[in-house]
C-alpha cells in the first residue's frame, strides 16, 4: 500500500474517531440536562405543583441590553403639541403629564383600548395593573419586544378617580443596543420553579401559569437627573395561579428571587414625577402653547 493511501486512511480514521467522541459528549450533556430536569420534575410533582402548557419548556436567548433616560425628539413633540382633549405639558424635556377635559370611564380590561387612544407613544408599554389602592394603572416600556419591568425611566402611569381616567405621565428610556448583541446564558424554567417552591414563594398545590423573559436593573433610572447609560438583564416573570406574580433574575451566574413592590415603586416614581415639575415650572411645552408659565 502507497504511503499516501494510509495517510489518507489515518486521517479518515481520526476524524471518524473524532466524530464519535463528540457525539459522545453530546449525548452526555443531553443526557445531564436530562437528569437535571427529571430531578425538578419529581420535586414539582411530589408537591403537587402544576405546570401550565403555557411555561415555555427552555429558557430563549436573550441579550442584556443598555439604555438612558430619554427625552422627547421633534417630532415627538410635534405629536404631543398637536393632542386634543385634555392638557398636555412636558417638563425637563422628557415627561410628558396630561389631564382628560372630560373623565372616561375604564375597566382592567377596557384600560389598554382607552389609553391607547388617549396616550402618544401607547404601543410602546404594555399594561401592567390596575392599581385600585392608589388610584393608578401602570404600563411599562418594551424594549426588543419584551417588557422592562419596574424602572422608575420607562413608565406610564395612568390616574384612575371613581373608575375614570383622567390623566396620565409617562417617560421613556432609550435603548442603545439591541438583540444582535452577545445572548446570555439563562437559567432553566423548571429550575426557576423548584427554586421559587424551596425559596416559599411557590407553596404545595399550586399551579404556575405562564412563565416569560423581560428586563429588569437593580436601579431605577430617575429621569428627573438624567442619569448615565444603565445595564438592564434578562429576568423571569413567573405568574401563579393566575394572579400572582413573582420575579426571578433569569441569568445563569446570578440567579436570585428578586421582591418588588408595586405600591413602593407607584409612589417612589410619583415622587419623582413631582420632583422634575417642580424644579421645571417655569417653562413647560405644551399643547396650548409654549413656554408656558403654572
Do not use: C
Not at 268 to 275: A, I, P
Amino acid at each position: 500500500m502507497q504511503w499516501g493511501q494510509i495517510k489518507t486512511l489515518f486521517i479518515f480514521s481520526f476524524l471518524v474517531l473524532d466524530l464519535f467522541l463528540l457525539q459522545q459528549f453530546l449525548d452526555k450533556q443531553t443526557s445531564i440536562q436530562t437528569i437535571g430536569d427529571s430531578q425538578y420534575e419529581t420535586s414539582l410533582n411530589n408537591a403537587d405543583i402544576t405546570i401550565s402548557n403555557n411555561v415555555p419548556e427552555e429558557a430563549p436567548t436573550v441579550s442584556l441590553i443598555t439604555a438612558s433616560a430619554d427625552d422627547f425628539s421633534e417630532d415627538q413633540l410635534d405629536v404631543i403639541r398637536e393632542l386634543e382633549g385634555q392638557t398636555a405639558k412636558v417638563y425637563n424635556k422628557n415627561l410628558l403629564t396630561s389631564t382628560l377635559d372630560e373623565p372616561v370611564a375604564v375597566t382592567e380590561e377596557t384600560i389598554a383600548g382607552v389609553v391607547s387612544k388617549y396616550v402618544p407613544f401607547s404601543s410602546q408599554y404594555s399594561f401592567w395593573n390596575l392599581n385600585e389602592e392608589l388610584g393608578r394603572a401602570v404600563f411599562f416600556q418594551k424594549a426588543n419586544s419584551r417588557t422592562v419591568y419596574y424602572n422608575s425611566g420607562g413608565v406610564l402611569i395612568v390616574h384612575i378617580e371613581s373608575g375614570k381616567m383622567t390623566g396620565y405621565q409617562l417617560v421613556h428610556l432609550k435603548v442603545l443596543n439591541q438583540s444582535g448583541e452577545e445572548k446570555q446564558e439563562l437559567i432553566n424554567p423548571l429550575e426557576v420553579v423548584e427554586r421559587l417552591y424551596t425559596d416559599g414563594v411557590i407553596n404545595e398545590g399550586d399551579t404556575v401559569t405562564d412563565m416569560s423573559i423581560g428586563y429588569y436593573s437593580a436601579y431605577s433610572l430617575d429621569p428627573g437627573r438624567k442619569a448615565s447609560d444603565q445595564l438592564f438583564a434578562p429576568v423571569w416573570k413567573v405568574t401563579i395561579n393566575g394572579n400572582d406574580d413573582a420575579f426571578y433574575s433569569a441569568l445563569a451566574a446570578k440567579p436570585i428571587y428578586l421582591q418588588l413592590d408595586e405600591n413602593e415603586f407607584i409612589q417612589k416614581t410619583m415622587n419623582g414625577f413631582e420632583e422634575i415639575k417642580s424644579k421645571n415650572s417655569q417653562s413647560v411645552i405644551t399643547n396650548k402653547g409654549e413656554n408656558t408659565e403654572e
